[in-house]
Nanobody, 126 residues
Framework: QVMLVESGGGSVQAGGSLRLSCAPSGHTYNYYSMGWFRQAPGKEREAVAIIHVASGTADYADSVKGRFTISQENAKNTVYLQMNSLKPEDTATYYC???????????????????WGQGTQVTVSA
């Protein structure tokens, strides 16, 4: 079973920064897209940012535009999420996701993604 492995979560104060990383465990895949979702306690999982691997273009949730940057390192099949100016409302478990192909749906629809990580906790204190 393919697993995406995340790293880089932690606890920071508001205004701080964290960088998340994600790569598949054991194998290299030609993903169509890779990115991040998050889920806060008592809330539904939501899309944060996605990068389309071939083109390098990215999509972001409105709540993180201008603060978060997604990037990739194709040779390592790795995706990063640089999170700056963190706010308490960014506190959540962050999940890496990857799509093997384009199903034609919205980038923010979690059903479009075939591989998932176990999640890494990000906690932002006021």
């Amino acid at each position: 079973q393919v697993m995406l492995v995340e790293s880089g979560g932690g606890s920071v104060q508001a205004g701080g920064s964290l960088r998340l990383s994600c790569a598949p465990s054991g194998h290299t895949y030609n993903y169509y897209s890779m990115g991040w979702f998050r889920q806060a306690p008592g809330k539904e999982r939501e899309a944060v940012a996605i990068i389309h691997v071939a083109s390098g273009t990215a999509d972001y949730a409105d709540s993180v535009k201008g603060r978060f940057t997604i990037s990739q390192e194709n040779a390592k099949n790795t995706v990063y999420l640089q999170m700056n100016s963190l706010k308490p409302e960014d506190t959540a478990t962050y999940y890496c996701a990857a799509a093997l192909y384009d199903d034609g749906g919205s980038w923010s629809d979690e059903n479009e993604y075939h591989h998932w990580g176990q999640g890494t906790q990000v906690t932002v204190s006021a």
